[in-house]
């Protein structure tokens, strides 16, 4: 079984290619909608968020987790990977940062730019990624307001277009751009028309899949065959699972099953039904 984590809704999109070329494989997808987004929180914060989240998918039976989020993936995947999974450990956790370092490599002529949260601009992850496959220019830029506009589905507005060509016309003279966080590819449409001609977008997504796939098959004994799962999948959220459920379909582009809620508690997620939270003033 294949763990998928992410801030919120945009692993969705990753995990809609995961699934596109491992239809038999069983996913477990967990987004942090409760408490995202991520690219402002400082980065003990993103670490606690990052270990509650995986280990609440060890806890699913998952034994190989992909840290969808761009965020995380810069600044606690190292982390993750090594409190989890040192030597003899019979688990993995994979992000997204190198597959999108490779691809931005290979389509780049020489410049590149990357548009990203806070965080991961900060991090310098993508810029040190980047310079170890080549000698490309890298222009990083942080566009805070991207997320949340996604988040509410405004990704067609007018509001949509005007942040995408402010933050693009920071971006002079790149020939490829890197959509450094998963809730970017529902903005194409927008960042397309305002992109000058010839210039490449890469979209990690279906490339990290495509590599996970290519990990499987280097490590045919580390997981169940592929023919041993059923294809299903199982989604949480520490949001609200109904909107969760509404908005979470926009990325993966089919109706979703039944949203289950986690939260906090004692400091670990744990399934808990939205109507015991508490209301109003509360004194513990």
């Known amino acids: 079984m294949i763990g998928v984590f992410d801030s919120g809704f945009g692993g969705l999109d990753v995990l809609r290619h995961l699934r596109a070329a491992l239809p038999a494989r069983d996913f477990v997808y967990l987004g942090d909608s409760g408490r995202a987004p991520y690219g402002g929180r400082d980065a003990h914060t993103i670490l606690d968020f990052a270990e509650q989240a995986v280990e609440r998918l060890f806890e699913e039976g998952c034994r190989t987790i992909v840290v969808a989020c761009n965020t995380v993936s810069c600044v606690a995947l190292r982390h993750l990977q090594q409190r989890y999974c040192g030597p003899g450990s019979d688990r993995r956790i994979l992000g997204v940062t190198i597959p999108g370092a490779e691809l931005a490599t290979q389509q ?167 109507a015991d939270a508490p209301r109003g003033q509360v004194v513990r």
């Open 108 to 274: 780049s002529a020489g410049h590149i730019g990357i548009i990203a949260t806070r965080r991961t601009v900060e991090s310098g992850t993508y810029v040190a990624e980047i310079a170890k496959l080549g000698s490309h220019k890298v222009t990083q830029l942080a566009t805070p307001l991207l997320t949340p506009i996604v988040e509410e589905g405004w990704e067609s507005s007018d509001l949509a277009l005007l942040a995408v060509d402010r933050y693009l016309e920071q971006l002079p003279g790149i020939d490829t751009l890197l959509l450094g966080c998963t809730h970017y590819p529902l903005l194409l449409p927008a960042i397309q028309v305002r992109l000058p001609r010839g210039v490449t977008v890469v979209d990690p997504a279906p490339y990290a899949a495509g590599r996970l796939v290519q990990w499987l098959e280097r490590h045919p004994g580390f997981d169940a065959p592929v023919l041993a799962g059923r294809g299903s999948l199982r989604v949480l959220c520490t949001g609200d699972p109904d909107h969760f459920a509404r908005h979470g379909t926009r990325f993966l582009g089919f109706p979703m099953p039944q949203v289950e809620h986690v939260a906090e508690v004692d400091g670990r997620l744990a399934h808990r039904d939205p």
